[in-house]
């Protein structure tokens, strides 16, 4: 009897035991979860044109970390009533315990990125430049390069991510599939930026065009356009005229039919845009002859050039059916 006693009393010590060792073990490891102001806030800097790779990270972070921190993506617009957008990117920025930079070949060029990268470093937080498309980590500018990177196109690179995110939130990371993630990425484009500098077939061309104005007068206009002739797509700035002699531009903002901005942003293969010119609003010290070639730069540097020919020949088409009417009007009065 007193056996058997003892035996049970081993028994419940060894499970005792065990149950101690779990215990010790969750301790240890931290919890999965965490709720309320304690969730840390892992920010997510990119340009417009990577919303969607942000907005695919955010939510397989979320769902594997099981909403233990709070994934802020600058491109995510839940606004309560009231809210002002730019306060609470700076907000976050300001409270954020780590900062995912999306690099890409395009993203690096822009200056907010840097400045967004900088805010989080200098309050603290832990800066991760996560590089896409056809940027490396090896070829990240400064002070990028100086920053541990990781790539979302290697396994081992979005382990070690979710490894360093948990590992700051006091989390334990699970193990995870990291095909998962790089299958629900956007396809990859490996030719953002041509090794050899060669540049998309971009086709820039100036012609003499009539156009309504804003009362609805038929009026002449230089008409620049950009065509796409290539397999994808482009980003593009605000168009220029390049000053003959000179290194200064004369930069096209505003669309002299209608006064309306020039639009910005994507051209779609096949897509073209075009820009209504009035050469008598110019403000120049000299001929409007000095026009050079037009020039539409995107987002990440590249130049897409007109010819100066094509610029002088529309310039002197407008000026002769300006002078044109001129003369008819002075004849009819």
Known sequence: MRGRRL?????????????????????????????????????VSHVEEDAEVASKVKKWLEDNLLDGVEVFVSSDKGLEPGDKWEERIIDKLQNCRIALVLCTQMSVRQPWINFEAGGAWVKGARVIPLCYHSQRKSTLPRPLSSLQALDLSEPDDIRELLRIIAKEAGLRAPDVNPNALIERLPQRNYEELDADGKLPDIRVKVNLGMAPDEQGEIKNFLIIEAQNHDQNSVFLNFPSFAIKGSTEKLTIVRDSAYHLPVPTGELKPGDSKRIVVNPAEFKLDRDIEQLGEVIFSDKIGREFKGSAEDTLNAIKAWKSVKSSRTHEGSENV
């Open 7 to 43: 035996a049970l009393e081993k028994k419940k010590a060894s499970k005792a035991s065990e149950s101690a060792k779990k215990i010790q073990k969750v301790v240890e490891e931290g919890p999965r979860t965490q709720t309320g102001k304690d969730k840390p806030v892992v920010f």
